[in-house]
């Protein structure tokens, strides 16, 4: 299973940016999909996860501005990023819980990770 994450750049503060990950592969299902990131020097820390079911949780910081969305439709998530402020640089990482065909089993994906800066 791969996932592959797009839509990272730079952006001024209060500027939007939308990001997508899209994962491939021998997927059977997806429980949950969702977006971690880490900043220079910080641990890396939750963004926004979705599942399948339609349950979404959001890190304190990114309430009312972050917007995650997607999963069932084409094994994609999104995450749409509106007044983006300098603490919200990182790098951006795509996570999945798949299930797995052959046999099917429960694995964690991450993806390689897309650049966010926010600067003017």
């Known amino acids: 299973v791969q996932l592959q994450a797009s839509g990272g750049g730079l952006v001024q503060p209060g500027g939007s940016l939308r990001l997508s990950c899209a994962a491939s592969?021998?997927?059977?299902?997806?429980?949950?999909m969702g977006w971690y990131r880490q900043a220079p020097g910080k641990q890396r820390e939750l963004v926004a996860t979705i599942t399948s079911g339609g349950s979404i949780d959001y890190a304190d910081s990114v309430k009312g501005r972050f917007t995650i969305s997607g999963v069932n439709a084409k094994n994609t998530v999104y995450l749409q990023m509106n007044s983006l402020k300098s603490e919200d640089t990182a790098v951006y990482y795509c996570n999945a819980d798949v299930l797995v065909i052959g046999p099917i089993s429960l694995h964690d994906f991450w993806g390689q990770g897309t650049q966010v800066t926010v600067s003017s």
């Open positions: 592969g021998n997927i059977f299902s997806i429980n949950r």
